[in-house]
């Protein structure tokens, strides 16, 4: 320590200090009172609703704050540091002192949960340490927080750790500002945190190590389990094992959807996959998601991605898993602890009751978690990752808004929902809820709501919800008593993109998904649109398409196949197939069109080309026949198939003449991988002539690719280096979902600026 006295003026000093940003349980308030004691400094630091406040008194105050900036523990994250000068108050000695409840002005600052840091992983492998195998080693630089905070502040009695009262080993450790447990809290030990427990039909088979050796063994045996992860139960069975894995399929109702691998080290998932230096570095980020990657060829594809040419990879994101895959199989099949389309369990019991006709066995703790967080998955898009679903590791991290306004809650779609909080200039996006059409969803939906409401300790003032008048999200808007606003889909899926970006717009919107609705009453789903957060103006579409015999039509390409050659004039002789029967009934609903609504999304265009290609005419899952179609172009060069814009107002861009080549090219025996490429090429140029007529008609150069087609690599690389080469600037999503996932911070953009202002 230097003497007192250093400091230039020589005379004490008191400020107040308030820090924003991640600064709660980031092992901020250590690091504020190491600093303060290394420079002796009297005061204290404290936790205030969602910042932390800080008072130093002495000699060397002065310098105190700057210095902090460089001294901030890994995971947290300054964004406003504010200091005020306080009458002295010759505090002896700088102390922690308890938080403060103060109403929040601006979003939480909690920290996601993170993978497990080093020094717990070197200590749950040091057979000498007290947390030896102990799978729930964390500190302040790692473990769960979102998971596990109740409300804020963030202080241990108001997460699930509360029922756990700390021994006096741990107490040392938390009460040590020089150890890495100062304050961190999460810390348990065996003697005093919780306690793994294998379960078979109810019956306990082992309990702490233990229960991870029996659990290790059972899944080199073949076993599937049901183990309890960070945000929610996850089902694991030996990736190396077809029969475990086909067994895991069947009993999951999950013929093809992809099942994602989790690999214990680096070196282990080099073995199986192929991954760019940019995903090996979203795949070793603390956020752990899962990285959708090249497969090396193995014989794994084939039962975890079946029709794919990319695997989904992850490393442990929690001590449980890291131990399990150490002691057990390296690499294993991690798939959401769910049924079909439920959202995942995350209590016990409803874990027991739900995956009882799934799991073997169940490994399960006492701990609680607090917010349901499934597993995030990213794609590596033009060189960056791109999340397709974000929750573990992301949420519940304050996205900042380029507009300040109330608080505000947003509601979003229905099939791959999450809601959003906004106020003060940021948002707080939920994790990724799922179908909130199903009644599980319905119920995980209004958790989720409640959680955030709860970790933001503020009201909203109005509700914002998808202009879809019978989206169960829209119908719980309509009974909130407060004020509504309905947001158009796609206009929503606009100002998300543009609020990723920190721009209030406008921009020329190109939302490509596959439908959402239109205030026309029209089913909308391929617009160019010219928007910002006040309004919205459709300048044109893709030409619209049949779902002949609604809703089912989604999953059933063909029956899009054969509206597309209905529309373009062409027999049905390429879908033969489908029996002459069936043609002809289908096809006297599309003439008669009642059943048959009109719909311009353009992943439906996807999905008619993945049938007439004999790719795809059932699907399992939604977005199956686009994720083949892309899978099958590979990375093959190929030039587009002629279109044509039809310039009325709206324009639309009509496909039919794609269709008319592809029956061509099919009839002619050109590879169908060739054709898949042409037509992707197609849609990168369908975008291009989208946005030039756009930019004609209002003057604006700056286009944001948005809606869940862009989860396609080729589609998306493809568009915006056209887009670029045309003098374009374009905005692609990143970490928040192009899909309905990111559909509620569009909308809490728009309501923010229409009950508020600019920021
Ligand atoms: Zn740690
Ligand atoms: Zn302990
Ligand atoms: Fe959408």
């Known amino acids: ?53 800080i008072e130093v008194e002495g000699e060397r105050a002065e310098g105190f704050a700057e210095t902090l900036r460089t001294r901030v523990p890994a995971p947290a994250r300054i964004d406003g540091l504010e200091v005020v000068p306080c009458p002295l108050r010759g505090d002896r000695g700088f102390s922690i002192a308890r938080s403060a409840e103060e109403p929040a002005e601006t979003p939480p600052s909690i920290p996601p949960d993170l993978a497990p840091c080093e020094a717990c992983v070197a200590e749950m492998l040091d057979p000498a340490a007290r947390r030896y195998l102990y799978p729930f080693t964390h500190c302040t630089g790692c473990g769960p927080r979102h998971a596990l905070v109740e409300s804020l502040p963030y202080d241990r009695d108001r997460t699930t750790m509360r029922s756990f009262a700390l021994c006096d080993d741990c107490r040392a450790e938390y009460e040590n500002p020089y150890d890495r447990r100062f304050h961190a809290e999460p810390v348990a030990c065996p003697h005093c945190g919780p306690t793994l427990r294998l379960v078979h039909r109810g019956q306990e088979l082992a309990s702490g190590e233990a229960a991870l050796w ?19 139960f996850a089902l694991a069975c030996d990736a190396a094992n077809a029969d475990a894995i086909a067994k895991l399929r069947t009993r999951k109702r999950r013929p093809h959807k992809p099942l994602a691998l989790l690999c214990h080290s680096v070196d282990d998932l080099l073995r199986i996959a192929v991954p760019s230096e940019a995903a090996l570095r979203a795949i070793i980020s603390p956020a752990r998601p899962i990285v959708l990657v090249p497969e090396r060829g193995s014989w794994i594809a084939r039962n975890v991605a079946p029709g794919l040419d990319e695997i989904g990879v992850f490393l442990p994101p929690s001590p449980l898993q890291f131990l399990l895959t150490k002691l057990g199989p390296r690499v294993q099949v991690m798939t959401s602890g769910n049924v079909s389309e439920e959202p995942i369990a995350i209590d016990n019991d409803q874990a027991f009751r ?70 003060g200039g940021r948002a707080v996006l939920s994790a990724h809820i799922g179908n909130v059409s199903h009644p599980a969803g319905y119920r995980a939906f209004e958790d989720a709501v409640r959680h955030l409401v709860a970790l933001s300790g503020t009201k909203p003032v109005a509700v914002a919800h998808d202009l879809h008048p019978d989206y169960r999200s829209s119908r719980w808007a309509e009974t909130q008593r407060l004020p509504t606003i309905a947001v158009q889909h796609h206009h929503a899926h606009v100002a998300s993109c543009l609020a990723e ?11 490509f998904d596959g439908t959402g609705f239109g205030p026309d009453g029209t089913m909308w789903g391929g617009e160019i649109l010219a928007a910002d957060f006040r309004g919205y103006a459709r300048l044109g ?83 199956q026949a686009a994720c083949e179609l892309e899978a099958l172009a590979g990375d093959q060069l190929a030039g587009p198939y002629p279109f044509r814009v039809e310039r009325r107002v709206p324009f639309e861009i009509d496909l039919r003449a794609v269709i008319r080549s592809i029956v061509t090219d099919c009839r002619e025996g050109i590879p169908i991988s060739l054709v898949a490429a042409r037509f992707h090429e197609t849609m990168a140029h369908a975008v291009l002539a989208g946005a030039r007529n756009g930019r004609t008609a209002s003057g604006i150069g700056l286009a944001a690719l948005t809606g869940g087609c862009f989860q396609n690599r080729r589609l998306t690389e493809r568009a915006k280096a056209l887009l670029e080469g045309d003098g374009f600037t374009v905005l692609v999503h990143g970490e928040v979902p192009c899909n309905d996932g990111g559909l509620a911070l569009g909308q809490a953009a728009i309501a923010s600026l229409q009950l508020g202002g600019a920021a």
């Open 214 to 232: 029996s659990a290790a063994e059972a899944l080199a045996d073949g076993a599937i389990i049901a183990l309890k992860g960070v945000g929610g």
């Open 1 to 53: 320590m230097l003497p007192s006295g250093a400091s230039a003026s020589g005379s004490a000093l008191r400020l107040g200090i308030r820090v924003t940003g991640t600064v709660q349980g980031v092992g901020f308030r250590p690091a504020v009172f190491r600093l303060a004691e290394s420079l002796g400094l009297a005061g204290f630091v404290r936790n205030d609703g969602v910042s932390v406040w």
């Open 541 to 623: 579409h893709l030409r619209a398409l049949r779902l002949v015999g609604g809703e089912k039509a989604i999953l059933e390409p063909w029956r899009l196949a054969l509206a597309a050659l209905l529309d373009a004039g062409e027999d049905l002789g390429v879908l033969g197939r489908q029996g002459i029967d069936r043609l002809t009934s289908a096809k006297v609903v599309w003439t008669e069109g009642s059943a048959a609504p009109l719909v311009t999304g353009a992943g439906r265009w996807f999905d008619a080309v993945a049938s007439l290609l004999g790719l795809r005419d059932v699907a399992t899952w939604d977005g």
């Open 501 to 511: 970006h920190g721009l209030r717009g406008p921009a020329l919107g190109i939302a």
């Open 354 to 423: 739900n995956l009882a006709q799934i799991a073997d066995l169940f490994l399960v703790h006492d701990r609680a978690i607090a917010a349901r967080a499934d597993d995030s998955v990213a794609r590596i898009i033009d060189g960056r990752p791109v999340l397709l679903r974000r929750a573990r590791g992301y949420v519940p991290r304050a996205i900042p808004l380029p507009v300040e306004g109330p608080p505000v809650l947003a509601v979003g779609g229905e099939t791959k929902d999450a809601v959003c909080l906004a106020w």
